[in-house]
Nanobody, 124 residues
Framework: QVQLVESGGGLVQAGGSLRLSCSAS????????MGWFRQAPGKEREFVGG???????TNAADSVKGRFTISRDNAKTLYLQMNNLEPEDTAVYFC??????????????????WGRGTQVTVSS
């Protein structure tokens, strides 16, 4: 059982930046590809970006490419650097871990473990 805890959310003005972190309890953190998802009120959960088990390959949704960067370190932490934030980025952000896939899958059903989320609010 992997426990994931997100942090770093908050309120920011449009054009600002935030860095989200996701801490994992699992010592063998590299067994998992990791993804970030978000869910806005009244909308479905959507893939934001992810990173492969070895931390080399990343992928991101078109809506955040060029603005968001995903990374991970050996200390069991996943990051989401968010720059040039827009009001449309307002959502609860979740991190998730997948044991099955080497690269981060874009479908939520492919993930085995989820954090509880952290709120990001971008004001215009």
């Amino acid at each position: 059982q992997v426990q994931l805890v997100e942090s770093g959310g908050g309120l920011v003005q449009a054009g600002g930046s935030l860095r989200l972190s996701c801490s994992a309890s699992e010592r063998t953190f590299t067994r998992y590809s990791m993804g970030w998802f978000r869910q806005a009120p009244g909308k479905e959960r959507e893939f934001v970006g992810g990173i492969s088990k070895n931390g080399i390959n990343t992928n991101a949704a078109d809506s955040v490419k060029g603005r968001f960067t995903i990374s991970r370190d050996n200390a069991k932490t996943l990051y989401l650097q968010m720059n040039n934030l827009e009001p449309e980025d307002t959502a609860v952000y979740f991190c998730a871990a997948s044991s099955t896939f080497w690269s981060a899958p874009t479908s939520a059903v492919a993930y085995d473990y989820w954090g509880r989320g952290t709120q990001v609010t971008v004001s215009s």
